[in-house]
């Protein structure tokens, strides 16, 4: 009994730091996957800002992201002026407090609530 409770807060730590880090990597995923929709539907010829934000909020709304808990940065800012063959980049960054599961406390090794979790897709304008 007394191997057990001493035992028990560790294994607890270790399995809410499991669910606390794969849950990020969830959400890094989620992120990393809608930057990437977001890209390709900005590389068309008729792409706007708008059909880049509908394409990344339909995607992180599959994931069971709000449309709130992050943001949206192209470049160029104008996804329709960039020239054929430049390079556009779509960032989807969101703060883990927005996004987190939060199981496990940060003085005990869980993710602080002010990281940044960030993805990023470019390809060439068509």
């Given amino acids: 009994m007394i ?39 900005a590389v068309p010829e008729s792409a706007t800002n708008s ?5 990344i909020s339909a995607s992180l709304t599959a994931s069971g992201f709000g ?3 992050y943001t949206i940065t192209t470049n160029p800012t104008d996804v329709s002026t960039a020239s054929k063959g430049a390079a556009v980049t ?14 496990l ?5 869980g993710i602080d609530s002010s990281k940044q979790v960030i993805g990023t897709a470019v390809m060439i304008k068509e």
Avoid: C
């Fill in 105 to 109: 406390p940060t003085f005990l090794g």
């Fill in 67 to 69: 449309n709130s808990s």
């Fill in 3 to 41: 191997e057990f409770v001493l035992a028990l807060p560790l294994l607890l730590m270790l399995t809410f730091g499991l669910v606390d880090y794969g849950y990020f990597f969830f959400a890094k995923n989620s992120l990393v996957s809608a930057a990437q929709i977001g890209v390709r539907a």
């Fill in 51 to 55: 059909s880049v934000t509908s394409a």
């Fill in 90 to 103: 779509v960032t989807v960054t969101a703060t883990w407090s927005n996004v987190g599961v939060h199981t």
